[in-house]
């Protein structure tokens, strides 16, 4: 399960990001080049889960699920490509900078964290403390990018109360 909880957590970054293209071409009125990356990754699901699961079988037995796990992580990163091509040639729109510091972010901050959770596994630390030291360092990475926003928040929220 750890592993399978880790190729879909990847999936949901990418997806994640992803979307934010989908929205972009809701917005300019293109919802035609939405349909386009979701048929893509549509047409990679359809062929690529079972050609996963099979594949992963044949390499070692047992193992289908991880193979059709990353035939949907390939396929959301692949509607990612799709997607961002799209972007650039149809809305002149490269938001590449931003994704990158972001992707680099989640990936620095998820090597250690997967590290630090199979030395504390090892250790047998009971799963809520393994769970709780994960979420505080997590956050604590995170909290740079996150406090401006729960800034802005909280001075709104200020604001609304004082008037």
């Keep these: 399960a750890g592993a399978a909880i880790q190729v ?20 300019a009125g293109e919802p035609k080049w939405v349909t386009v990356g979701d048929i893509v990754k549509g047409v990679l699901l359809v062929g690529g889960v079972p050609l996963g699961f099979y594949a992963a079988e044949g390499i070692e037995p047992g193992s289908g699920l991880q193979g059709a796990l990353v035939a949907l992580l390939m396929a959301d990163i692949i509607r990612y490509g799709v ?16 994704e990158f510091g972001l992707t680099l972010r989640m990936v620095v901050v998820a090597a250690p964290v997967m590290y630090l959770g199979k030395v504390m ?19 604590a990475a995170w909290w740079p990018v996150l406090w401006p926003y729960v800034r802005d928040r909280l001075e709104a929220r200020r604001a609304a109360k004082g008037s």
């Excluded at 961002?84 to 149809?90: F, T």
């Excluded at 596994?121 to 956050?139: D, K």
């Design 8 to 27: 879909l957590s990847l999936a949901g970054w990418v997806y994640l990001v992803a979307t934010t293209y989908s929205a972009l071409f809701m917005a």
């Design 83 to 98: 997607t961002i091509a799209l972007s650039k040639a149809k809305l002149q729109v490269w938001g590449r900078s931003l």
């Design 121 to 139: 596994e090892e250790a047998e630390l009971h799963i809520a403390l393994r769970c709780f030291v994960i979420f505080v360092v997590v956050t």
